[in-house]
């Protein structure tokens, strides 16, 4: 199994232009994340989908928007980039019970010029 | 702003010496989960923690989920150079499915 899957693993973008970040899961999960780390601040939270059909605002949604395309795929969209946006970002899932742990891709570098 | 805090953000201890990171929430946490990232990799879980003055131990690490569960620490005895990495505490706010993270502590062990 792969887990989750996350693309690309390196990207660098100019002020303004568009990207889809591209995450995957073959765990049968319902639930999916986005984060991004950013040094000092942790992984903060921007959105999640509880389950296939809905999306939901997480800490700091502003300048991302996203699709829960089915229920393996939650992508991650930049409309026009800023450098503030560059980051880590991290997709995640889990089952979608109460109280369980999260898995986690292994990330995509972005850098805004 | 971060609502879970962690302190502290950096340590650098000699292999051998206890490491303590402490995690704060300004809700009370339903559960808290503890997760490791190794230089470079993404967060691993270790362990989540649901009763209020909960302790369990992994080998050398002691988590601990506070009284009116709004705190938590975790304890490494004896560092090993294993141990480098990012450690964040998380927990669900504001629905069970909102999971969000702790600013994370930084571990670096010197052999």
């Known amino acids: 199994n792969a887990g989750v899957t996350q693309t690309p693993k390196f990207q660098v973008l100019k002020t303004g232009q568009s990207m889809t970040l591209q995450c995957a899961q073959d765990?049968?999960?319902?639930?999916m994340y986005w984060y991004r780390q950013d040094p000092g601040m942790g992984l903060r939270l921007i959105y999640y989908s509880a389950s296939e059909g809905t999306t939901d605002k997480g800490e700091v949604p502003n300048g991302y928007n996203v699709s829960r395309l089915n229920k393996r795929e939650f992508s991650l969209r930049l409309e026009s980039a800023a450098p503030s946006q560059t980051s880590v970002y991290f997709c995640?899932?889990?089952?979608?019970?109460?109280?369980?742990?999260?898995?986690f891709g292994s990330g995509t570098q972005l850098s805004v010029l | 702003g971060q609502q879970v805090m962690q302190i502290p953000q950096y340590q650098h201890v000699q292999e051998g010496e206890d490491f303590t990171t402490y995690c704060n929430s300004s809700?009370?946490?339903?559960?808290i989960q503890w997760y490791k990232q190794r230089p470079g990799g993404h967060p691993v879980f270790l362990i989540q923690l649901v009763k209020s003055g909960e302790v369990k131990k992994q080998k050398r690490l002691t988590f601990q989920f506070g009284e009116a569960k709004k705190n938590s620490s975790l304890h490494i005895t004896a560092t090993q150079t294993t141990d480098v990495g990012t450690y964040f505490c998380?927990?669900?706010?504001?629905?069970?499915?909102?999971?969000?993270f702790g600013t994370g502590t930084k571990l670096q062990v010197i052999p």
């Open positions: 765990m049968n999960h319902n639930s």
């Open positions: 998380a927990g669900p706010r504001g629905g069970y499915q909102k999971v969000t």
């Open positions: 809700t009370t946490l339903s559960n």
């Open positions: 995640a899932s889990k089952p979608g019970y109460e109280r369980e742990k999260l898995f």
